[in-house]
C-alpha cells in the first residue's frame, strides 16, 4: 500500500485536486471513500476490486457518487469512523 506524504491535501476530497495532482495518481488502496450523500466513510482495502486503481481511473460510476481523499472528515475531527 502507498501512504501519500502527510499534509493537508490528504483531508480534501480527491475530485477537488487538480488532474496531476500526485494524490490522484497512486493506487486507492488504504484511502478512505463514501456515498456522496452519507456519512459513513469505509476504507479501501487491498483485497476491494478498486484497491489497484488510481482515483483518475475510476469511472463516472464512482467519481459522481462518491468521496474520497485520503483522511476523512470524522478522522480530522477525532471521531471514530
Known sequence: MVTPAKNTDQQTNL?????DHDLRNIPLSGCWYRW????????????FGI????????GSAWTDND???????KQ??????
Open 51 to 58: 484497491a489497484g486503481v488510481t482515483f483518475n481511473g475510476l
Open 76 to 81: 480530522k475531527k477525532g471521531h471514530k469512523i
Open 67 to 73: 468521496v474520497f481523499c485520503w483522511i476523512p472528515e
Open 36 to 47: 456522496a450523500k452519507g456519512s459513513s466513510w469505509r476504507q479501501v482495502k487491498p483485497n
Open 15 to 19: 475530485h477537488n485536486l487538480p488532474k
